[in-house]
């Protein structure tokens, strides 16, 4: 059964949140690196910066800022009349490594960076393995034939992962779901979303108030697990904090789990899309590596990076602001035809390795090496282990936010 297509004509303009750039983003990014790469744009009181030359220099340079949490709590949280549930979640993310600069990232980078290094994530292969055939066998006892791969499959799985390496007991896992939903709306929601900011608020209360226990526990009985050794870290004359600790527990759980699901569900969608590369991964393992990393470069986790203005910047001919919001593109960045030969076809042979689809320079992302592990099991155990693997009548559906770029749902069917 070929995918359903319901294809309408490509949105102009800017708008990302428009539910044809959501299913689709690339006309309009495309449009908008030909014609206006470094755009402003009134809908979003933002720049958006879309040429791969930009975006890679920008990623790298200080005066774009990812020190956005503090300016917002100063500016609408600091009040009498401010929510101070609000105010508490926003304290959060103030702590999160991935919203601060030097030299408040530099040290929180080097205390974390020892439990994702290279030996260390791969110690946690033969669990990621044996929790995916967990999961595929559950799919197949059903034996209806159907899968949702986002639910049953890429997120419970991303999730077990992360939960597992921080020491959650598994009975308490599946309620990290609705606080992780509640907490995308508070970081990654789109910018009209109605009421997003009090349930992210109260979801980030629940889940901060689970891990003050669970790091209290820790402290009196330390484990031989992710939050343990964060509570242990320590530097010449330097250590995590206390809430510290629990602010970076709610990033790796929020952000451990995100990106992998995304980058596992746009990676089975692009296989069976192009069916020629899958026969040409089907026939050659070794190409798993080139897969994952065209599927960061053809339909990546991370849609836009924002970042906000240090100091003026003069960049494609305009003027950027000290205190203005800028959308770096990744998205954009990573089919930009002055890198990549063919950029709109999806090629696991590809050799040009520049994509950004984790980053670069300081802020690359941490979990990387985790995330490759796992979408090197993940997507080749789901087409190998269900087979006739094929879209059902349900188009795939896109989350509609303007960061990053995941499927909600991924309906399938299979030979059962």
Not at 176 to 198: E, M, N, P, Q
Not at 200 to 225: C, I, K, S
């Amino acid at each position: 059964m070929s995918e359903p297509s319901g294809t309408v004509s490509a949105p102009s303009g800017d708008d990302l949140l428009d539910p044809r750039a959501v299913a689709d983003p690339y006309p309009l990014l495309a449009a908008l690196r030909e014609h206006d790469p470094v755009h402003w744009s009134a809908r979003y009181r933002s720049w958006f910066v879309t040429r791969f030359d930009d975006v890679s220099a920008a990623l790298r340079d200080p005066r774009f800022s990812s020190d956005r949490i503090s300016p917002y709590r100063r500016a609408r949280l600091d009040g009498p009349d401010a929510d101070p549930a609000l105010r508490a979640a926003f304290g959060v993310l103030e702590d999160w490594m991935v919203f601060k600069d030097p030299p408040d990232h530099t040290r929180l980078r080097k205390l974390l960076s020892r439990a994702f290094t290279p030996r260390a994530v791969e110690r946690t292969r033969p669990r990621v393995v044996e929790l995916t055939d967990e999961l595929l066998d559950a799919v197949l006892r059903r034996a209806t034939g159907r899968v949702d791969l986002i639910r049953d499959f890429a997120y419970p799985l991303t999730a077990s992962v992360t939960a597992e390496l921080l020491g959650v007991p598994r009975a308490d896992q599946d309620r990290f779901k609705d606080w992780s939903d509640r907490i995308t709306g508070l970081v990654f929601g789109g910018l009209t979303d109605a009421g997003r900011h009090a349930a992210g608020a109260a979801g980030m209360a629940e889940l901060t108030d689970y891990l003050g226990r669970l790091v209290e526990q820790h402290e009196r009985e330390p484990a031989d697990d992710l939050l343990s050794a964060l509570i242990s870290a320590r530097d010449d004359r330097d250590s995590l904090s206390h809430d510290e600790v629990i602010a970076t527990g709610v990033l790796l759980l929020f952000a451990g789990h995100e990106t992998t699901t995304n980058l596992i569900g746009s990676g089975v969608l692009a296989l069976l899309r192009h069916p020629a590369q899958r026969a040409l991964l089907d026939a050659d393992p070794g190409l798993l590596g080139g897969a994952v990393e065209e599927v960061l470069r053809f339909d990546g986790p991370a849609k836009t990076v924002a970042r906000l203005m240090a100091e003026d910047v003069e960049l494609g001919g305009r003027r950027l602001l000290r205190g203005q919001r800028v959308f770096l593109c990744p998205s954009a960045a990573n089919r930009d035809p002055a890198v990549f030969a063919e950029p709109d076809a999806f090629d696991i042979t590809r050799r040009n390795g520049r994509q950004l689809g984790f980053g670069v320079g300081l802020h690359y992302c941490l979990g990387a090496p985790l995330a490759r592990l796992e979408a090197s099991i993940a997507i080749p155990r789901v087409l190998e282990r269900l087979p006739g693997l094929r879209f059902r009548d349900e188009a795939p559906h896109w989350a509609p936010v303007l960061l990053s770029r995941g499927l909600e749902r991924l309906p399938l069917r299979f030979d059962p």
